[in-house]
Nanobody, 121 residues
Framework: VQLQASGGGLVQAGASLRLSCAASARFSNWPVMAWFRQAPGQEREFVVGIRWSRGYTLYADSVKGRFTISRDDAKNTVYLEMNSLKPEDTAVYYC???????????????WGQGTLVTVSS
């Protein structure tokens, strides 16, 4: 069982990117997928989470209104559409699965390898 994150890259401020996180199987015991990010020298922080079955989402205040999470159940894939990117969004973005939509990264059980997003000013 694996998570594969992709879609990162180098963009200018104001641009958009879409990240993908594909799961190799449906995680019936872990109904939530979330995105976290870690900037150089900083702690990993919660970005957004979604509950598969109900579509419930929780966004960090720093990305609310700019980032949108969505899912394709048939593909076991979650997407993170990032618009109006800012230099402070620069980080390695990780996807993870867990039982509940929470901000605490210790509550997530399986992590993808991360994809780097760099936003230049």
């Amino acid at each position: 069982v694996q998570l594969q994150a992709s879609g990162g890259g180098l963009v200018q401020a104001g641009a958009s990117l879409r990240l993908s996180c594909a799961a190799s199987a449906r995680f019936s015991n872990w109904p939530v997928m979330a995105w976290f990010r870690q900037a150089p020298g900083q702690e990993r922080e919660f970005v957004v989470g979604i509950r598969w079955s109900r579509g419930y989402t929780l966004y960090a205040d720093s990305v609310k209104g700019r980032f949108t999470i969505s899912r394709d159940d048939a593909k076991n894939t979650v997407y993170l559409e990032m618009n109006s990117l800012k230099p402070e969004d620069t980080a390695v973005y990780y996807c993870a699965v867990g039982p509940n939509v929470v901000r605490d990264d210790s509550k997530y059980h399986l992590w993808g390898q991360g994809t780097l997003v760099t936003v230049s000013s």
